[in-house]
Nanobody
Framework: QVQLVESGGGLVQAGGSLRLSCAFS????????MGWFRQTPGKDREYVGA????????DYLDSVKGRYIISRDNAKNTVYLQMNSLKPEDTAIYYC???????????????????WGQGTQVTVSS
């Protein structure tokens, strides 16, 4: 059984930075591509970005390109979301997700992911 545990959320002023971590356990981490999503009350979960099993490729939501960086450390079974130049509209609960993938691919839809973390709150004040 895969378990994902996010950490690193908190309150930050606009323009600030946070780094979220997602610790993966229970299976071979390198078999899974990883994604980050976010959700605000009353809205659907929104894709933020993803990274392939090897870490060689990443993808991002247009509104976070140039501000967010996804990386992974396969030796530590951890994926990261570095968030810079944060804006109040980035406020949300952030979730990491894992998708078992046969090839070095990524997924952008929540329905494609197999496992989810519990989420971590990010609040950006203006």
């Amino acid at each position: 059984q895969v378990q994902l545990v996010e950490s690193g959320g908190g309150l930050v002023q606009a323009g600030g930075s946070l780094r979220l971590s997602c610790a993966f356990s229970g299976r071979a981490f390198t078999y899974y591509s990883m994604g980050w999503f976010r959700q605000t009350p009353g809205k659907d979960r929104e894709y933020v970005g993803a990274i392939t099993q090897s870490g060689g490729n990443t993808d991002y939501l247009d509104s976070v390109k140039g501000r967010y960086i996804i990386s992974r450390d396969n030796a530590k079974n951890t994926v990261y979301l570095q968030m810079n130049s944060l804006k109040p509209e980035d406020t949300a609960i952030y979730y990491c997700a894992a998708k078992l993938a046969l090839l070095d691919t990524m997924a952008t839809r929540a329905s494609e992911y197999d496992y989810w973390g519990q989420g971590t709150q990010v609040t950006v004040s203006s």
